[in-house]
C-alpha cells in the first residue's frame, strides 16, 4: 500500500470521557499491538504506528486525564523505537458556533502541510438535549434549549467532518499514489432509526447527523486509492474515502444515568435503563471501543452505513 511507513492521525471529539476517551484507549491499544505483530487485523489499515491523536473536548482537565491514560497504554514489550502514539489536547465548545470554526481552522491548517498514512475522524461529540413529549416544546425557553440542541448535536457536527475531509482528502486532480487513507466515524444511535418516544429532539438530531454522513459516502463512492485502480484483484481495492455510522448500543455512561433519571422521559424507557444498570446490561464503553476498533481495522463495512454494536 502506498500508505506503508507514514504517520497515523485520529482526531477525537467528545474525548474527555465515556465512549470517547474509551475509543481513545481501544486505538492506543491497537496501535501497541499491531507495533509489536500481535493484532494484524486491528492494525494493517488505520493504527500503524507513530500515530498522533488529537484530543477535543470542552474539560480541559478531563482531557489531560485521557491523553495521560493514552500515553500510559505502552505495553512493555513495545519494540518500536520512539513513542508509538502521542497526545495533544484542545479544550473546544463545539456547541459556540460562533466560537468553535476558528479553533477547528487553527488544529486543521498546519495538519495539512503533514504527510499521513492514514487520517480518522470519531466524530462523538454529542449531548442529550431537551426530552419530554414533542406537544410540550412551546415558548422561548423550549427555542433556546432546542436551537442549542441542534448547534451542538447536528451544525457542529456536520461542519467538524466537511473541514476534515476538506482538509485530508484530495481532490481527483490532485490526487496520487500517496494519498491517505481517510475515514470518519459518526458516533450515531439506535435512535437514529428508530423513533423513541420524548426523545424526538434527540432523535431528530441523530438521524440528521446519519443521513449527512450517507450523503458524503454516496459523494465519494468512487473514490480508490490511485495506485490500486488498475489493480487486477478487487480485494486489493481500497477506497480512499470511507464513512462509518456506527451505533455503540445502550453504554454504561453518564448520559444513561442521565436518562435513568428523567422525571420527563417515557416509563417505560427510563424504567430500561435503571433496571438495565442496576442489573449491568448496560454495553461498557470499553466493549464497543474495542468492536469499533475491529470494524475499522478490518475495513470491510459499506461506505455510509449503519452499523449498531449488536449487528457484528
Avoid at 481513545?24 to 496501535?31: G, N, Q, R
Avoid at 457536527?157 to 494519498?179: D, G, M, Y
Amino acid at each position: 500500500m502506498a500508505t506503508k511507513n507514514l504517520k497515523s492521525l485520529v482526531i477525537c471529539t467528545g474525548a474527555s470521557r465515556g465512549i470517547g476517551r474509551a475509543v481513545a484507549l481501544a486505538i492506543a491499544d491497537a496501535v501497541h499491538a499491531s507495533s509489536n505483530g500481535k493484532s494484524p487485523a486491528t492494525g494493517t489499515i488505520m493504527f500503524s504506528a507513530p500515530l498522533h491523536m488529537i484530543l477535543i473536548a470542552r474539560s480541559s482537565e478531563c482531557l489531560r486525564e485521557t491523553a495521560r491514560l493514552v500515553e500510559q497504554r505502552r505495553d512493555a514489550s513495545d519494540t518500536i523505537s520512539g513513542t508509538p502514539v502521542t497526545t495533544s489536547c484542545h479544550q473546544m465548545d463545539l456547541s459556540d458556533l460562533d466560537l468553535f470554526p476558528d479553533k477547528l481552522e487553527q488544529i486543521l491548517t498546519p495538519l495539512s502541510e503533514e504527510k499521513y498514512g492514514s487520517c480518522l475522524l470519531i466524530n462523538n461529540a454529542g449531548s442529550l438535549g431537551q426530552l419530554g413529549l414533542a406537544s410540550s416544546i412551546s415558548g422561548e425557553s423550549s427555542m433556546k434549549e432546542m436551537r442549542k440542541a441542534i448547534d451542538f448535536n447536528v451544525t457542529s457536527s456536520i461542519w467538524v467532518s466537511s473541514q476534515f475531509i476538506r482538509t485530508f482528502l484530495p481532490s481527483a486532480e490532485a490526487s496520487t499514489a500517496k494519498n491517505p487513507l481517510v475515514r470518519i466515524v459518526n458516533m450515531s444511535s439506535l435512535c437514529a432509526v428508530e423513533p423513541f418516544p420524548t426523545m424526538s429532539i434527540y432523535c431528530a438530531g441523530k438521524s440528521g447527523r446519519d443521513m449527512f454522513h450517507s450523503v458524503l459516502a454516496k459523494e465519494h463512492s468512487s473514490n480508490l486509492t490511485q495506485n490500486d485502480k488498475g489493480a487486477d484483484d478487487k480485494e486489493e481495492q481500497k477506497q480512499t474515502f470511507k464513512v462509518l455510522n456506527y451505533a455503540p448500543g445502550p453504554c454504561d455512561t453518564q448520559m444513561t444515568d442521565d436518562l435513568a433519571g428523567c422525571a420527563v422521559l417515557d416509563e417505560g424507557l427510563r424504567k430500561y435503563f435503571s433496571t438495565s444498570k442496576e442489573e449491568k446490561k448496560l454495553v461498557r464503553p470499553e466493549e464497543t471501543a474495542k468492536k469499533l476498533v475491529q470494524i475499522l481495522g478490518l475495513d470491510d463495512y459499506e461506505s455510509g452505513s449503519h452499523v449498531d454494536y449488536y449487528d457484528v
